[in-house]
C-alpha cells in the first residue's frame, strides 16, 4: 500500500468493461483492482454473448489520480475494453441533491381554492393582523436558511458561491434526513460583512432559523453578532458552535473514560479561528482548568502585538501561565490536545511528552494534526474528524437536533446554555454500558440522537421564556 489515503466511497467509480466470456475474466477484474489498492464494493453483469461480457465494476479509491491508476490497471489487461468511467460522486449530484415539493394536493377547484386564490387572502390578512401567526401558517414553522459566502468551505477555502452550493445542499439534505428540518441554500455574492447583514435580514421573514455556514474568520464573529442583535429568530453558525458542541460531548465522556475532570485538565487547542475559538469559549463556560491557544504564530498570549479582537479575547481569558512558545512545547504536561487546524504539525514523539491517559482530538481533515496511528501509542482516547477512524467527531451528531428543538420552541435566539445541553444529550447518548476508549461518541445514524439533542434545547428554550403553547389564531376553535 502506498501513503496516499485509504480508500472511501468519496471517490467511488464504476467501471464499465468489456472482457472475454471465459471463467477466469472477471476473477482478473477483480483481481487488478485489489493489486491497485483500490476495494470492489460492487460487480454487475450488464449484458452478455458468446463473446464477451459487459460489466459494470464499482470500487472505492481514494482520490482522482488513483483512481485513473485503476483505470489504467484494468485497460492492461489482455481482452478487455473499457468503455466508460463514471464517478459516482458527481453522478449524484446531477440536478442537485434537493428539490421541493408541494405539502398539499391540488387535484380539484376548491383545494386551489383554499390553497391560493382566493382563500389564501384570508391567511394573508390574519398574518398582517398578527405577525407571529406567520410561524404557525407558512413555511416559517420548519424552515431555515443555510446562508454562506463560500470564503471558508471544507477544507478548500475561498472558491466563492456557486462552488458552495453543493456544499450547502448537503447540509439542507442532512436537515431534513436527520431533524426532519426543511433548509435551503442561501448563497451570497459577495464577501461585505455589512451587505451580509443586510440581505440575510431582508430574507429572514421567511425563515424560522438562520444557520451560518463555511464564511471566513473573523468577519463571521461580526455577521453571526450583527444578526443576532437585528433578527428575532435564533443565529446559529455550525462551523463554530456546532463543533463546540460535539467537541464538548466528546470532551465530556473522553474525561470519564480517563478518570479525570473538566475542572483539572489542561487542554492544548491548535486553530485560533471560528471552530477553535467557539471551542474553547465553550469549555471555559463548561469550567475547564486551563487552555493554552496555539495558531501559527505560537501560543496566543499576553503582550502580543498586532492581535484580532477574537484573539485578544482569547489572550485575556486563557492561558494562566501566559505561556509563548511553540505548539509543541505547549503540549508537554497537557491533558488533551484538539486540534482545528493543518495536517502533520505533530508526532507521536510530541504525544508523549502529554500528561498519563492524555487525550488527542486531531480534527482537520482529510488528514489530521497528527496520524491517529501515531497518537493511538501514547494517548488512552484518540478521535479525529474522519469516518474511517474511531470516534469520528462529526457536526452531524449537533445542527439536526438543534434546529429542530429551535424550530419546536419557536426560539427567538441561540444561547451557550442550549450548546451546554446539546453536548451534554449527545454525550449522555452513548451509555455507560457502551463508552469506552474506541466509543466516546454515537453514531451520527444513532436514531436517538437528534430527538434527544431537540429535547434538550427545547427545554432550555421554553426556560427562556419561549413561548409553551401556541398562540389563539383562526385555528381556534369557538
Known amino acids: 500500500m502506498t501513503t496516499r489515503s485509504l480508500p472511501s466511497a468519496g471517490f467511488s467509480i464504476t467501471v464499465r468493461v468489456s472482457v472475454p466470456a471465459d471463467s477466469t475474466a472477471i476473477g482478473r477484474l477483480t483481481t487488478a483492482v485489489g493489486t491497485a489498492d483500490a476495494i470492489v464494493t460492487a460487480l454487475d453483469v450488464v449484458d452478455s454473448d458468446h463473446q464477451a461480457v459487459i460489466v459494470d465494476l464499482t470500487c472505492d479509491t481514494a482520490d482522482a489520480a488513483h483512481a485513473e491508476t485503476v483505470v489504467r490497471q484494468l485497460e492492461a489487461l489482455d481482452g478487455v475494453q473499457v468503455r466508460k468511467v463514471s464517478d459516482r460522486t458527481f453522478l449524484l449530484h446531477l440536478g442537485g441533491k434537493i428539490e421541493v415539493s408541494s405539502k398539499v394536493s391540488l387535484r380539484n377547484r376548491d383545494e386551489l381554492s383554499r390553497a391560493y386564490t382566493p382563500g389564501v387572502a384570508r391567511v394573508c390578512m390574519a398574518i398582517a393582523e398578527n405577525p407571529e401567526d406567520a410561524r404557525r401558517l407558512t413555511i416559517k414553522r420548519n424552515t431555515i436558511a443555510v446562508v454562506s459566502d463560500g470564503t471558508a468551505v471544507l477544507g478548500l477555502g475561498n472558491i466563492g458561491p456557486a462552488a458552495a452550493m453543493p456544499v450547502m445542499e448537503g447540509k439542507a439534505a442532512l436537515f431534513k434526513r436527520f431533524g426532519g428540518v426543511d433548509a435551503w441554500p442561501v448563497v451570497l455574492d459577495t464577501q461585505d460583512t455589512d451587505e451580509i447583514v443586510s440581505i440575510v435580514k431582508a430574507l429572514a421573514p421567511a425563515y424560522g432559523g438562520i444557520n451560518l455556514e463555511d464564511i471566513a474568520a473573523p468577519r463571521c464573529f ?12 435564533p443565529v446559529f453558525h455550525d462551523d ?10 466528546a470532551l465530556t465522556n473522553a474525561l470519564r473514560v480517563v478518570g479525570k475532570r473538566m475542572s483539572d485538565v489542561k487542554v492544548v487547542v491548535s486553530g485560533a479561528g471560528a471552530a477553535g475559538t467557539a471551542i474553547m469559549k465553550l469549555l471555559l463556560k463548561q469550567g475547564v482548568g486551563d487552555i493554552i491557544a496555539c495558531d501559527r504564530p505560537g501560543a496566543l498570549h499576553r503582550g502580543m ?6 484573539w485578544q479575547w482569547l489572550v485575556e481569558h486563557t492561558n494562566a501561565d501566559n505561556y509563548a512558545g511553540s505548539l509543541a512545547g505547549a503540549l508537554a504536561g497537557a491533558d488533551v490536545f484538539i486540534g482545528v487546524s493543518a495536517p502533520n504539525l505533530l508526532t507521536g514523539d510530541d504525544v508523549k ?5 492524555a ?9 489530521p494534526e497528527v496520524d491517529p496511528r501515531e497518537a493511538r501509542q501514547y494517548a488512552t482516547v484518540v478521535a479525529t474528524g ?7 467527531i462529526n457536526n452531524l451528531l449537533a445542527f439536526p437536533g438543534v434546529f429542530r428543538g429551535l424550530l419546536d420552541a419557536q426560539a427567538p435566539k441561540w444561547t451557550d446554555d442550549m450548546a451546554l445541553a446539546a453536548a451534554h444529550a449527545i454525550a449522555d447518548a452513548v451509555g455507560e454500558e457502551k463508552l469506552n476508549a474506541s466509543v466516546i461518541v454515537p453514531s451520527v445514524f444513532d436514531a436517538k440522537v437528534a430527538p434527544a439533542v431537540a429535547a434538550a434545547v427545547r427545554a432550555v428554550a421554553k426556560g427562556a421564556g419561549s413561548d409553551e403553547n401556541e398562540p389563539d389564531g383562526p385555528l381556534a376553535v369557538r
Open 305 to 310: 502585538d498586532g492581535l484580532n479582537d477574537s
Open 222 to 233: 461580526e455577521i453571526e453578532a450583527k444578526l443576532r442583535e437585528a433578527l428575532d429568530i
Open 240 to 249: 463554530q458552535h456546532g463543533t463546540a458542541i460535539c467537541v464538548l460531548a
Open 386 to 392: 474522519r469516518s474511517d477512524q474511531p470516534n469520528q
Open 353 to 357: 511528552t502529554m500528561a498519563s491517559d
Open 359 to 367: 487525550i488527542v482530538f486531531a480534527l482537520a481533515n482529510p488528514d
